[in-house]
């Protein structure tokens, strides 16, 4: 009996886990060229975007969605990221320099190292991020 019902669980268990959607890189291709060509990204989906490097030099970026994107090494000198959603984004070495994150969720984001002088980060939400090393 124990076998039994131990066997329906493990089976029972693979097929939910089989079901569950598997994350997928979900940014939109053409508001990523847009951000980049244009530096004007207003309420963009950015979700997991590789923005690593990118010169966004006082980009408009106010309540896009960030979320998990890499903008690792990402110069957002004077950008505007106000109501942007920054969950889990990886902003190592970022230099954020004069730019605003007035009310942005940076819950989980990694800013280690990231250069956030004069940065506004006003009723913003920063549940467990790194902020290691900044300058």
């Not at 089989?18 to 309420?43: D, I, M, S």
């Not at 490097?53 to 980009?59: C, P, R, V, Y």
């Not at 800013?111 to 549940?127: C, H, I, K």
Request: overall charge negative; proline content about 2%; aromatic content about 4%.
């Amino acid at each position: 009996m124990k076998l039994t019902f131990l066997l329906t669980a493990v089976t029972l268990l693979s097929t939910i886990s089989l079901a569950t959607p598997v994350p997928v890189k979900a940014e939109n291709p053409a508001q990523v060229r847009q951000l980049l060509e244009t530096g004007e990204c207003f309420g963009c989906d950015l979700r997991g975007a590789n923005l690593k490097g990118a010169h966004l030099i006082g980009a408009d970026l106010r309540n896009a969605n960030l979320t998990g994107a890499n903008l690792k090494d990402a110069n957002l000198e004077g950008a505007d990221l106000t109501g942007a959603n920054l969950q889990s984004a990886n902003l190592t070495e970022a230099f954020l320099n004069s730019a605003s994150l007035n009310k942005a969720n940076l819950t989980n984001a990694n800013l280690n190292n990231a250069n956030l002088y004069s940065a506004e980060v006003e009723d913003g939400v920063l549940v467990g991020t790194n902020l290691l090393k900044r300058y």
